[in-house]
């Protein structure tokens, strides 16, 4: 059974720093690439990062130079460490792969 956890949302002051995790079951984990989204209040879900089964990223502009996405084969999970962070990035954050749906999510809640 697939299945995406999210997780290391919260709430954090402007400026601040979170690592979010996506610990990922039941697909080729190290074949897939893997992307985080995010989806603000009233907003569509745009795409954050991505990485590549090889391990190239690409990010959007809102987000260069201080988030970094990453990945660990061997624990089959995508990772997310979002510094500087700025209240405009408050939203649910989600992983996910080409081959699976969407998961719960994670709260990101950046104060001003």
């Known amino acids: 059974q697939v299945q995406l956890v999210e997780s290391g949302g919260g709430l954090v002051q402007a400026g601040g720093s979170l690592r979010l995790s996506c610990a990922v079951s039941?697909?080729?984990?190290?074949?897939?690439?893997m992307a985080w989204y995010r989806q603000a209040p009233g907003e569509e879900r745009e795409v954050v990062a991505t990485i590549s089964s090889g391990g190239n990223t690409n990010y959007a502009d809102s987000v260069k130079g201080r988030f970094t996405i990453s990945r660990d084969n061997v624990k089959n999970t995508v990772y997310l460490q979002m510094n500087k962070l700025k209240p405009e990035d408050t939203a649910v954050y989600y992983c996910k792969s080409p081959l699976t749906t969407w998961g719960q999510g994670t709260q990101v809640t950046v104060s001003s």
């Open positions: 039941g697909i080729h984990f190290s074949i897939s690439s």
